[in-house]
C-alpha cells in the first residue's frame, strides 16, 4: 500500500505562482514512477508531469517551461512547481504513484484555481 497526501492549492491570480506538495508514505520502494495530474471540469484527467526513479522527469506540452516537477527523498515527497499560471490551469490536481507489483496510487485531490 502507498499513501498519498497532496497540499499546496489555492487561488491565485494569473501570472502567479503555486507549489504542490505530495507526501508519499507505506511501500515506496515498490514506486516506479511519480505523477501528477490534473482533472479540469467536463474534461479528462490529464498527466502534467512525472518523475521516475533515477529523477529523469517528463513534462506535458501545455505546461512546458512554467511547471517543474522534482522531489526530496529525504522528506518523501514530490513537489510541483507552478509558474506563470493560467486560467486554463484552473483543476483539481491530483498526485499519483505507479508501482512494480502493487498497482497505482492517487491522492485525494487539491483544488487549484486561476483567476484573471
Known amino acids: 500500500q502507498v499513501q498519498l497526501v497532496e497540499s499546496g492549492g489555492g487561488l491565485v491570480q494569473t501570472g502567479g505562482s503555486l507549489r504542490l506538495s505530495c507526501a508519499v508514505s507505506?511501500?515506496?520502494?515498490?514506486?516506479?514512477?511519480m505523477g501528477w495530474y490534473r482533472q479540469a471540469p467536463g474534461k479528462q484527467r490529464e498527466l502534467v508531469a512525472d518523475?521516475?526513479?533515477?529523477?529523469?522527469?517528463s513534462i506535458a506540452d501545455s505546461v512546458k517551461g512554467r511547471f517543474t516537477i522534482f522531489r526530496d527523498n529525504a522528506k518523501n515527497t514530490v513537489y510541483l512547481q507552478m509558474n506563470s499560471l493560467k486560467v486554463e490551469d484552473t483543476a483539481v490536481y491530483y498526485c499519483?504513484?505507479?508501482?512494480?507489483?502493487?498497482?497505482?496510487?492517487w491522492g485525494q485531490g487539491t483544488q487549484v484555481t486561476v483567476s484573471s
Open positions: 499519483n504513484a505507479r508501482t512494480i507489483g502493487l498497482g497505482q496510487y
Open positions: 507505506g511501500s515506496i520502494f515498490s514506486i516506479a514512477v
Open positions: 518523475i521516475v526513479g533515477d529523477g529523469s522527469t
